[in-house]
């Protein structure tokens, strides 16, 4: 917003310094605890390093406007928000923050047979790609049928084995086909790994 000045020096005419220490007290004012939104751009483009660390109230976050693109464009380390301000179930979009900037991993290893025969069958299943068990540690796995459901079946189960192959993690699986005859098996081992970095 405009600085209002007390006093008008008009051109050529001898200016009272009163009016003059009037006049800049004015702008001293106004730039000192008085600046409004108004007063600052459209393209002012502050960068968010400028805000004081701990500044930033819930109150004052757009519910549901957060994305990982925004902290990513402004830069803005964790220091900054006061505690409590990001509410991660109002604040944040759904899917917003992608797995890579939470640490986690989801990776999987796919398993066909058309001809399990009965009785226990151990099947190695490693992940699709190298995890370091020095750098990753292993949240969870799930397995999950693909392209069929004999996973479902009553007579069909399965039972963990290993999950630690040094260097890299791995699994292998113990597959128990008690229907009396051979299955069709197709799934998916899924594993679930946290960056230690």
Same mark, same amino acid.
């Given at each position: 917003m405009p600085v209002s000045l007390p006093f008008q020096i008009t051109a050529g005419t001898l200016a009272d310094a009163t009016q003059v220490q009037a006049c800049l007290q004015a702008l001293a004012d106004k730039f000192t605890a008085n600046v409004v939104d108004g007063d600052i @751009?459209?393209?002012? !483009? %502050?960068?968010?390093? &400028?805000? @004081?660390?701990?500044?930033?109230p819930a109150a004052k976050i757009v519910p549901g406007s957060i994305t990982s693109t925004q902290v990513a464009a402004l830069g803005l380390g964790a220091g900054l928000y006061a505690a409590g301000a990001i509410n991660g179930a109002t604040d944040l979009l759904a899917a917003s923050i992608p797995d890579s900037k939470a640490k986690v991993t989801i990776t999987f290893a796919s398993y066909t047979n058309a001809?399990?025969?009965?009785?226990?069958? &151990?099947?190695? =299943? !490693?992940?699709?790609? !190298?995890?370091? %068990?020095?750098? #990753?540690? =292993?949240?969870?796995? #799930?397995? $999950?049928?693909?392209?069929?459901?004999p996973v479902a079946n009553p007579n069909f189960?399965?039972? $963990? =084995?290993?999950?630690?192959v040094s260097p890299n993690w791995g699994g292998v699986l113990v597959l128990n086909n008690q229907t009396g005859g051979t299955i069709n098996v197709t799934f998916r081992l899924y594993y679930v790994f946290w960056s230690k970095t």
């Open positions: @751009a459209s393209g002012a !483009n %502050i960068q968010g390093s &400028k805000l @004081a660390d701990g500044t930033v001809t399990l025969p009965t009785g226990a069958t &151990k099947v190695t =299943l !490693n992940p699709s790609s !190298n995890f370091a %068990i020095a750098s #990753y540690d =292993l949240v969870g796995f #799930y397995l $999950t049928p693909a392209g069929g459901t189960f399965w039972s $963990t =084995l290993a999950t630690d």
